[in-house]
């Protein structure tokens, strides 16, 4: 069984990696913050509605990592190339149609929703230049998909961190127009992080060729599509790919839903959105642990290892998040400082802090046993999951917003029912057990 020491060797490269990836989050926010409120306000509804495109490249390449996984587990290196080659001609594929979907339907779909005119053209702005980073960032997905499924996670570390230092300098050279740039505010934080993806997936390139990867797992070889393996493939990976476009598209209903309660809600929304995601990062690397954990785990044949394996990484997971929340709760005001000097937006942020450090536990928990679930390759049981828990999760917010006319902070609240019930269900579905004779 994995012990504490393996399971850090798998998740401690991917939470740093994560660590350098939300800095660029980070510096992003609080660059924008000191344009405007309105643009702050705007990158949090540009920035969310793009990651729901992107989310399905992510969940494509999660299913691809569970396949690698079971292959690395089985000692089938070999196999491993053929599931990269395939998911790497379909994430182009994918990049490329989803371009032409954000160039047509992004205007008039947030032209319905927005009501502020002002945050609307900014959000139009970042998504029109946001969009051509597609490309590479889906097949830097696929990367990442090789590197966990094989559990190689140490070459995530240094790719982000490729990734967050071109992006912040990029960021301050191109939002502010420092040293002869042109000063472009939300475009230039766009155009920044696009060149970022590039050069990140030139490094994963140099590396796959450089440490002889691609001579071990066959990486390059692709010459015909086998659409046997990548019927497996889809079925896999599409319900993951649901899974985390239907996640993310309710969080965009949610900064909707914000947006008509108010700019400044909006505003301290998008900082406490920024802090919320990296206080996740150790949980999200967690989760991607446990996933390819449980995936080589099966692989091998150890089934009945796999419950106690999830409860160890749940318990370091939870312990971390109760020492973490302690940062928001006694020390808020420097990290809102941080993001912006806007006197009302730091003061509506302030609630908002302590609704996230209830939510951050509940999402420890939801998370790690959902991703112990996926692992399995259960991944059509755990999108219904993540329907249905979307579905109270939305209609809640609604009812909040609109009907009891509720402050921002206590539509807030609607994540801590949203994880909870996510990982209640999650754990009952692996308590059943029917998920120990699936061939994947």
Request: aromatic content about 14%; proline content about 3%.
């Amino acid at each position: 069984m994995y012990n504490l020491r393996d399971i850090w060797k798998i998740s401690l490269p991917i939470i740093v990696g994560q660590v350098a990836q939300n800095i660029m989050l980070v510096i992003d926010t609080a660059f924008l913050g000191r344009v405007s409120d309105i643009t702050l306000g705007a990158a949090a509804i540009g920035g969310v509605f793009y990651l729901c495109m992107v989310m399905l490249g992510t969940g494509f390449s999660i299913g691809a990592q569970i396949m690698i996984g079971r292959r690395n587990g089985e000692a089938r290196y070999r196999a491993i190339g053929k599931v990269f080659d395939h998911t790497q001609l379909f994430l182009a594929l994918m990049a490329l149609l989803l371009m032409l979907l954000l160039s047509f339907a992004a205007p008039p779909l947030l032209e319905v929703f927005i009501t502020s005119p002002a945050i609307l053209e900014e959000s139009l702005i970042f998504i029109s230049y946001r969009k051509y980073g597609l490309l590479f960032g889906f097949l830097v997905l696929g990367f990442n998909a090789l590197y966990v499924g094989n559990t190689q996670t140490k070459v995530l570390t240094m790719s982000t961190f490729v990734m967050a230092a071109i992006n912040i300098v990029l960021d301050y050279l191109l939002i502010f127009g420092h040293y002869g740039f042109p000063e472009m505010g939300i475009a230039g934080a766009a155009i920044a992080t696009n060149i970022a993806e590039l050069f990140t997936f030139a490094f994963y390139i140099t590396w796959s060729l450089t440490r002889g990867d691609y001579k071990r797992y066959r990486l390059f070889h692709f010459k015909k599509p086998d659409f046997i393996l990548l019927s497996s493939l889809l079925k896999l990976a599409v319900p993951v790919m649901f899974q985390y476009f239907f996640s993310f598209s309710a969080w965009f209903v949610f900064f909707l839903i914000i947006e008509h309660i108010g700019e400044i809600q909006l505003a301290a929304s998008n900082v406490t959105r920024s802090v919320y995601m990296v206080l996740m990062i150790p949980s999200w690397g967690l989760s991607m642990a446990v996933n390819t954990l449980v995936s080589n785990t099966i692989g091998r044949g150890r089934i009945e290892e796999v419950m106690p394996l999830i409860y160890k990484v749940l318990g370091i997971g939870l312990l971390i998040n109760i020492v973490l929340v302690q940062i928001i709760i006694f020390a808020p005001m420097p990290i809102i400082a941080f993001y912006t000097g806007s006197e009302p937006v730091i003061q509506a942020s302030l609630p908002l802090f302590r609704v996230i450090s209830v939510a951050l536990i509940a999402f420890t928990f939801g998370m790690i046993v959902f991703n112990g679930l996926s692992g399995t390759g259960k991944t059509m049981l755990a999108l219904k999951i993540e329907i249905l828990s979307i579905i109270f999760y939305l209609l809640t917010a609604l009812f909040l917003a609109f009907y009891l006319k509720a402050p921002a902070p206590v539509v807030w609240m609607v994540e801590i029912v949203y994880f909870s019930l996510m990982g209640l269900f999650s754990w009952i579905a692996l308590r059943t057990g029917n998920w120990k004779e699936l061939k994947v």
